[in-house]
T-cell receptor
Framework: GAVVSQHPSRVICKSGTSVKIECRSL??????MFWYRQFPKQSLMLMAT?????????EQGVEKDKFLINHASLTLSTLTVTSAHPEDSSFYIC??????????????FGDGTRLSIL | GENVEQHPSTLSVQEGDSAVIKCTYS??????FPWYKQELGKGPQLIID?????GEKKDQRIAVTLNKTAKHFSLHITETQPEDSAVYFC?????????????FGSGTQLTVLP
C-alpha cells in the first residue's frame, strides 16, 4: 500500500534553532501534501496544504514566515520551523494523496515528528 | 466550514465485546468519510472509509454506517481485541481551494480490557 515516510521522527533542540522536517511519498506521486499539528490528547489541526510547484496554502492563524513549506517535487515536501521556541513543541504529521487516483482518494499519513524545543 | 463532532471521547470495553463510535458533521456537501486509528507515537492509519453514495461498508470486524439525512456516521468494531486499543478519529472531506481537506473529529480513546 501507499507509504509516506517522515523524517526525523524526533528532534530535541535549543530555542532559536530552525528545524526542517521531511515528508516523502515512497511509492506514489503526490501533487498535494498536508501538514498537521497535534497537541497531546487532541485531534489533528491542519496547518497548511502543500502544492507541488506552487506556494502552500496556510490555515488561518498559522504564520507563513514561521512555518516554511517547500514542495519541490512530486514526492517530497518539507516543513521548516524557523527560530523555534518552546511553544512550537508539538507532534507534526504530514499526509499525502496519490495524484493518479482521482476523486476522494484517501490521505496517507507519515508517522509524525516529535519536536521538543528546550 | 465543516465541523465534525465525535463521541465518546473515551470508551472501555471487555475483550470480545463490540465498540461503537459516533460522529456528526455539519456540511451537507461533505461526501467522503474516513476513519483513522492512531497508536501512541505514530501517525494515523486509515482503517476504513465510506463515500456518500453508500450507506454501509464492512471489512472483517470493522464496519461503518452513514446516514446522510441526519449527517452522522458510525464506526463499529466487533469481537474487540486488546490490539484494537488506540485513538480513533473520524473525518469528513470537503473540497476547499485546490484540494479536498479532511476535518477531523476530536478522537476516541478505545481501551479493550483483557
Amino acid at each position: 500500500g501507499a507509504v509516506v515516510s517522515q523524517h526525523p521522527s524526533r528532534v530535541i533542540c535549543k530555542s532559536g534553532t530552525s528545524v526542517k522536517i521531511e515528508c516523502r511519498s515512497l511509492d506514489f506521486q503526490a501533487t498535494t501534501m498536508f501538514w498537521y499539528r497535534q497537541f497531546p490528547k487532541q485531534s489533528l489541526m491542519l496547518m497548511a496544504t502543500s502544492n507541488e510547484g506552487s506556494k502552500a496554502t496556510y490555515e488561518q492563524g498559522v504564520e507563513k514566515d514561521k512555518f516554511l513549506i517547500n514542495h519541490a517535487s512530486l514526492t517530497l515536501s518539507t516543513l521548516t520551523v524557523t527560530s523555534a521556541h518552546p511553544e512550537d513543541s508539538s507532534f507534526y504529521i504530514c499526509s499525502a494523496r496519490d495524484r493518479l487516483r482521482g476523486g476522494n482518494q484517501p490521505q496517507h499519513f507519515g508517522d509524525g515528528t516529535r519536536l521538543s524545543i528546550l | 466550514g465543516e465541523n465534525v463532532e465525535q463521541h465518546p471521547s473515551t470508551l472501555s470495553v471487555q475483550e470480545g465485546d463490540s465498540a461503537v463510535i459516533k460522529c456528526t458533521y455539519s456540511d451537507s456537501a461533505s461526501n467522503y468519510f474516513p476513519w483513522y486509528k492512531q497508536e501512541l507515537g505514530k501517525g494515523p492509519q486509515l482503517i476504513i472509509d465510506i463515500r456518500s453514495n453508500v450507506g454501509e461498508k464492512k471489512d472483517q470486524r470493522i464496519a461503518v454506517t452513514l446516514n446522510k439525512t441526519a449527517k452522522h456516521f458510525s464506526l463499529h468494531i466487533t469481537e474487540t481485541q486488546p490490539e484494537d486499543s488506540a485513538v480513533y478519529f473520524c473525518a469528513a472531506s470537503l473540497f476547499s481551494g485546490s484540494a479536498r481537506q479532511l476535518t477531523f473529529g476530536s478522537g476516541t480513546q478505545l481501551t479493550v480490557l483483557p
